[in-house]
């Protein structure tokens, strides 16, 4: 077991360069199982998640070679199983984007339950739906933790999804591909990720138009190829360094960004009295001042992320008034409050809406990561807070944030990861 811990107070200053996003790769491995040769793909992010997928790709039979740290080379012409297990699934949501490929490619798919961060119920209806109108069988009950879907053949449909959902976005994308005839998906989500696993599809061959919109049209095509891909750049990683330069009244330039995806966590940045410049392919963030108080409401893209919404959470507990942050994506991702009462936050939870009432300073404390973006949080927490904190479960944050302790202490911050003796060992 680790934690992190953090000498808080230090203002950040300096340059960091951001990784490959984490969302994007975790669609674009399993969609490498669709090919017929080999995909080599660059700016992978080194993080825990990107292990678990390379992990079941290799369960499944495929060949990957790490060419260096941020490039693989993927061989799926060896796959011999349409089977994911549980103890990969449940280490990570996004396995059930295995579903889609292997569906598309083999016409069957078995995997286990997806594991991941919970906040609240988080269904898969919608990728059911996806699968089941393109002519696929997909049991109604589960079985045994499986999920199942098969078809002789798939054959394009339209499809209108009830919610924006990037995860059934993605995964009707990967099951329609190969699908005889034309998809269309209705009320598509529009995440930068999204375009990212429709432009790598498009590269292997397929003939995906409209992703970045809300309807995306798909032409199905017999066979897909092995290509060449670099991953965009992770707007929540660049975000995180983004509300830490904020919160410590630092100077930071952020390089590697698409600015573009940047924008509505700037614009919230701006309206809080930070500096935020764009220069090519980086941001450069100062603060000087107060933070300056307001309301967050998060959205799908082009709205304020859910997945910055405890980062920029951490920014208002100190701001100048009253804040109010409503998450209207995810039912239950304000879990993290309590430790940011910890230390020494004032706020008020309330459904899906947290109210803020701004203090001066935070002080450190011990607390814990009740997921990835909440741990990530407790981390600019610590770095402005007085003090020392100590965040355990830090296993969350290293599934989506590579090289976090290494690239904030690059900027000046006292940071350290501390092995700590499991309660459970055994006594000499
Ligand atoms: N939903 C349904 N039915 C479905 C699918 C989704 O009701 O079949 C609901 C969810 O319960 C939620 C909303 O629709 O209320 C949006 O869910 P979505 O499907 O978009 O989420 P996801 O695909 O499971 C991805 C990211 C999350 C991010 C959300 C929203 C990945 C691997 N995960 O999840 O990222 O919060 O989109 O943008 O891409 C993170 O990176 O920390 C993270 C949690």
Known sequence: MSRYRIEGGRRLQGEVTIGGAKNSAVAIIPAVVLSDGVCRIENIPNISDIFVSFEILK?????????????????????????????????????YYFLGSLLGKFGVARVSMPGGCNFGLRPIDQHLKGFTALGATVPPMI????????????????????????????????????????????????????????????????????????????????HLYGTSYSIIPDQIEAGT?????????????????????????????????????????????????????????????????????PQISVLLAMADGTSAVTDTVWENRFRYVDELRRM????????????????????????????????????????AAQGRTEIDDVHYIERGYEYFIEKLRGLGAEICRVDIPSPYAKRA
Do not use: W
Not at 76 to 83: A, F, K, L, Q
Not at 163 to 184: D, P, W
Not at 297 to 303: A, D, E, Q, S
């Open 344 to 383: 020494g936050a004032q706020a008020q939870v309330n459904g899906k809406v947290a109210v803020f009432e701004g203090v001066p300073m935070l002080t450190g404390a011990p607390v814990k990561a009740y997921d990835l973006r909440a741990g990530a949080a407790m981390v600019i927490a610590g770095l």
């Open 59 to 95: 369960a499944l039979g495929a060949q990957v070679r790490m060419l260096d740290p941020s490039t693989v080379e993927i061989d799926p012409r060896t796959i011999c199983s349409h089977v994911v297990p549980h103890e990969l699934a449940r280490n990570m949501r996004a396995s």
């Open 241 to 309: 360094f983004m509300a830490a330069a904020v919160a410590t009244g630092g100077d930071v330039l952020i390089k590697n960004v698409v600015p573009k995806h940047l924008e509505s966590i700037s614009a919230k940045l701006q309206e809080m009295g930070a500096t935020v410049e764009e220069i090519d392919d980086m941001v450069r963030v100062r603060m000087d001042g107060p933070i300056r108080h307001c309301n967050v409401k998060t959205m799908p893209h082009p709205g304020f992320p859910t997945d910055m919404q």
């Open 143 to 222: 079985e045994n933790g499986m999920i199942e879907a098969s078809a002789t053949h798939l054959i394009g449909n339209s499809i209108y999804l009830d919610v924006v959902s990037v995860g059934a976005t993605i995964n009707i994308m990967l099951a329609a591909v190969k699908a005889r005839g034309i998809t269309i998906i209705e009320n598509a989500a529009k995440e930068p990720h999204i375009v990212d696993v429709a432009n790598f599809l498009n590269a292997m061959g397929a003939d995906i138009r409209g992703a970045g919109t809300d309807v995306i049209k798909i032409c199905g095509v017999p």
